[in-house]
Structure formats: structure tokens, C-alpha cells
């Protein structure tokens, strides 16, 4: 019986890694899902270093009690069968055991507690800003203010329905679309729209058309704020999450050290269009970063959008490309 457990136990262990093989796993990327993952995204600031290190010993300290509880229970129920252990013990108490079992895990609660509480202390000890940014959550988009220059970014998400019309024109897109309900449309508009997507190297579901940016290695402080539900703003590869609750500002920073984009959700069920309301932001450089904010200071938001899409060192293509190689 034993045995057969044992041997049951084993077999669903290999069909689980196997299955996780097959599919395809892959570590997480940088500023962006991928397929499969494993793990926490990369980190592109201080606190995601701190929050990956506290991953990483958090889960060695998993993995090392999990194997050590294996081991002690397959040497119990070996060493001490009936048939091996005839005559049980009688012993009832063990002093020594018994401190034992009692300060070790204390002593493995207190290790947690202080990489965690320095990591909490850190996440609430906001350094100077450079650029502080006001986000405003609403169903089902977000809105992005700098405070300093008073300008509002608004960004909508992008659907298969606005790829696929930018790509065939209006017209065409109504004759092909225009008969279609319900599932039968959204699928048919899911299924022609990957290519597109592919194409356009934008990640579905996370594209917005207007994106925010920040300067690299610059302080941002951002304020949250909702105008309706409760929301929350992430971003996984800055480590930074917050709650937007109306009548509320809740407040989080951080300080992105590598170029790129990066993306995240609205992280609290919110509703209906919960799923569409990504956040995106672009890490540029200093000289990038001032032409955008000109542009938008003129009211000139095409030339803010071109800005950015023409940037090529932190275009999410080149950061996919750098994650291959
Ligand atoms: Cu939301």
C-alpha cells in the first residue's frame, strides 16, 4: 500500500515537470509577460532587486523544509514499520527535541522577518522626486498628470478591433466585421488580428495608445487615485503596486534604472473592462524624455507619440530581441 502511494506520488511529481516542460516555460522578461513564465518579471529598480532577493530566500527556505519534512517522513515510515519496529517506543517527551522544534522555526520567522520589514521600510521611505506623477483610475482607462508640468496623459487600451481597422481602414473593416455579433465577432476579430499584432510588435491586451514616460534612473513619486471603483496601478518589473480607492491618494515610488518599456495591468477586479486597462511606460533617456514633455507642453500629442515610437533603445521590441539573445 505504502508503496503503491509512494510510487503514485512519484509519477504525479514527473507528469507535473514533464507537463510544465512541455508547455513551454520560460523565465519571466523584463517590463513584460511572457509565455509560460516562471517566476517574478525582472527587476528594472532598486526595490524589485530587494523584493526578487526576498523571492529567492523566501523560496530556498520553502524548498529546504519541504525536503527536509520528505526526508524525515520517508525515514519514519521505513525505519519504523511493523515489520522493522516490532516493539514501538514508549518514549512521550524529549526536552532537548522539544526547545528544539520550538527555537529553530522562531529563528527562521525572525531571518524573514528582516529582509521583509527593510524591504517594507524601503518601499515607504520615498527619496526625493524628480517627476511626480498623479494617476487617476476610471472604468475602464487611466489617466496620467504631471503635477509639476500640468499635463495629462490619457491612455486607452488597444483592441484587436482598433489594430485591425488601422491596418484595413474603416470601410473594409465594417464590410469583412460589420454582420458579426457577439463571440462569432470577438473571435473572428482574435483569430485576423494576431498577425497584425505580430506585425506591429505590440503586446495585446497591454498596448495603449498613448504611453507615459519617465527618465531613467530619476525618482518618480506617483500619486493614486480613483474616480470610481477601486483600481490599482502596477507595474511588475518596478516592483510598484498601489490601490486607486476613490476619495483617497495614496502614494508609492520608484526609480527605474534600465531603458525600456514596460508594461502592466489594472491589478483589482474592477468590473466589466477590468482586463482593459493597462498601464505602459516607457524608461528613456534624459534628452527623449524633455522632447516629450515639450511636445505635450505645446499640445503637440501626435509629435509626443511619434517621439516615443521612433525611440528605438526603449521600444519593447528591441527589449524582447535583447531577452533572446
Ligand atoms: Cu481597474
Known amino acids: 500500500m505504502l508503496r503503491r502511494?509512494?510510487?503514485?506520488?512519484?509519477?504525479?511529481?514527473?507528469?507535473?515537470?514533464?507537463?510544465?516542460?512541455?508547455?513551454?516555460?520560460?523565465?519571466?522578461?523584463?517590463?513584460?509577460?511572457?509565455?509560460?513564465?516562471?517566476?517574478?518579471?525582472?527587476?528594472?529598480?532598486p526595490i524589485m532587486e530587494s523584493i526578487h532577493s526576498l523571492y529567492n530566500t523566501v523560496n530556498g527556505i520553502i524548498i529546504a523544509i519541504t525536503v527536509f519534512v520528505l526526508i524525515l517522513m520517508l525515514y519514519v515510515m521505513f525505519r519504523f514499520k511493523e515489520s522493522s519496529n516490532p516493539v514501538p517506543s514508549r518514549t512521550t517527551?524529549?526536552?532537548?527535541?522539544?526547545?528544539?522544534?520550538?527555537?529553530?522555526?522562531?529563528?527562521?520567522?525572525?531571518?524573514i522577518a528582516v529582509p521583509s520589514f527593510r524591504l517594507l521600510y524601503d518601499q515607504y521611505s520615498f527619496p526625493k522626486p524628480d517627476v511626480t506623477i498623479k494617476a487617476t483610475a476610471n472604468a475602464w482607462f487611466w489617466e496620467h498628470e504631471y503635477m509639476d508640468q500640468k499635463v495629462t496623459v490619457t491612455s486607452n487600451v488597444v483592441s484587436d478591433e482598433d489594430v485591425l481597422?488601422?491596418?484595413?481602414?474603416?470601410?473594409?473593416?465594417?464590410?469583412?466585421?460589420?454582420?458579426?455579433?457577439?463571440?462569432?465577432?470577438?473571435?473572428?476579430?482574435?483569430?485576423d488580428s494576431a498577425a497584425v499584432w505580430a506585425e506591429r510588435k505590440e503586446l495585446r491586451k497591454l498596448a495603449v495608445d498613448a504611453e507615459i514616460a519617465v527618465p531613467v534612473n530619476k525618482v518618480v513619486h506617483l500619486l493614486v487615485t480613483?474616480?470610481?471603483?477601486?483600481?490599482?496601478?502596477?507595474?511588475?518589473?518596478?516592483?510598484?503596486?498601489?490601490?486607486?480607492?476613490?476619495?483617497?491618494?495614496?502614494?508609492?515610488?520608484f526609480q527605474p534604472?534600465?531603458?525600456?518599456?514596460?508594461?502592466?495591468?489594472?491589478?483589482?477586479?474592477?468590473?466589466?473592462?477590468?482586463?482593459?486597462?493597462?498601464?505602459?511606460?516607457?524608461?528613456?533617456?534624459?534628452?527623449?524624455?524633455?522632447?516629450?514633455?515639450?511636445?505635450?507642453?505645446?499640445?503637440?500629442?501626435?509629435?509626443?507619440?511619434?517621439?516615443?515610437?521612433?525611440d528605438v533603445a526603449s521600444s519593447g521590441a528591441a527589449q524582447s530581441l535583447a531577452q533572446l539573445q
Open 165 to 191: 481597422k488601422a491596418k484595413l481602414g474603416e470601410e473594409a473593416f465594417n464590410q469583412k466585421y460589420g454582420t458579426l455579433e457577439g463571440t462569432a465577432r470577438t473571435q473572428a476579430l482574435y483569430q
Open 226 to 253: 480613483s474616480n470610481d471603483v477601486i483600481h490599482s496601478w502596477t507595474i511588475p518589473s518596478f516592483g510598484a503596486k498601489m490601490q486607486a480607492v476613490p476619495g483617497r491618494t495614496a502614494a508609492t515610488w
Open 5 to 45: 502511494n509512494l510510487g503514485a506520488a512519484a509519477f504525479c511529481a514527473c507528469a507535473l515537470l514533464a507537463l510544465g516542460m512541455a508547455g513551454g516555460t520560460a523565465w519571466a522578461g523584463l517590463g513584460q509577460p511572457t509565455d509560460g513564465e516562471l517566476g517574478l518579471q525582472l527587476p528594472a529598480t
Open 257 to 310: 534604472t534600465k531603458i525600456g518599456s514596460y508594461h502592466g495591468q489594472c491589478s483589482v477586479l474592477c468590473g466589466k473592462l477590468h482586463s482593459a486597462m493597462p498601464i505602459a511606460v516607457r524608461v528613456v533617456d534624459q534628452a527623449v524624455y524633455d522632447a516629450w514633455m515639450a511636445a505635450l507642453q505645446a499640445k503637440d500629442r501626435k509629435k509626443a507619440n511619434e517621439i516615443l515610437k521612433a
Open 93 to 111: 517527551h524529549n526536552t532537548m527535541l522539544e526547545v528544539a522544534w520550538t527555537i529553530i522555526p522562531i529563528m527562521i520567522l525572525v531571518g
